[in-house]
């Protein structure tokens, strides 16, 4: 009862009323966070329906192997986030300590990743401005949009990675209970939106004019 207690938070009566109103919060803030990304979406359709020859040209200079890479490692992640909600459900705290450390040893290395493929885009003046590399100034929108919705989806990433590192040492210091914790499923929404953002980026900046 104790523990419980611990979990039940201000104005809540009930966990079970608590864990239904902050699903129901955080469903209303991913679809809010769709919206802003969908609007990206929609600006980089708008160009590439304008411009769709060169939008090839500029998706072939982008590199592969490491936009590959970092889907397969977010992938794992959203798995070991999957296996940590359903280990907290099923009141498996060491299974679920360790989930949750995989999932952000696996997001560290996402943006890991991510900082090698900028530093050569740089190097390879891919950059919008004075000294870009491509001709074609619809070029400069492709990687313009690149760098915006990629840096985007790399601070939400970031802000994943706080909090589930949060919930895993408060869970392995037992600070929290983590069965019936309304943060884990609530974090595990999140983490799955973050990946799901990426699942769309990956085709319309890395396989544009490979298929």
Known sequence: ?????????????????????????????LASEMLFFGSLLLLYTAYR???????IIAGR????????????VLM??????AVAAQAAEADMRRLTIWCLGATVI????FLVFKGFEYAEDIKKNLVPGANFALKP????????LYWIMTAIHA????????????????????RVQLRENPQVE???????????????LYPLIYLMGRS
Do not use: C
């Open 1 to 29: 009862m104790i523990a419980r207690a611990k979990i039940l938070q201000p104005p809540w009566k009930e966990i079970s009323r608590q864990r239904e109103g902050a699903t129901f919060g955080i469903w209303v803030f």
């Open 49 to 55: 329906v304008a411009n769709p020859d060169v939008f």
């Open 61 to 72: 200079e982008t590199d592969i192997w490491y936009g590959t890479v970092n889907t397969a």
């Open 76 to 81: 794992t992640s959203s798995l070991t986030m």
């Open 106 to 109: 696996l997001g560290l290395m």
């Open 137 to 144: 100034p619809a070029a400069q929108i492709f990687f313009a």
């Open 155 to 174: 601070i939400h990433l970031s802000i994943g990675l706080g909090l589930v590192g949060r919930l895993a040492i408060s869970g392995a210091l037992r």
């Open 186 to 200: 609530v974090t595990a929404l999140y983490w799955h939106l973050v990946d799901v953002i990426w699942i769309i």
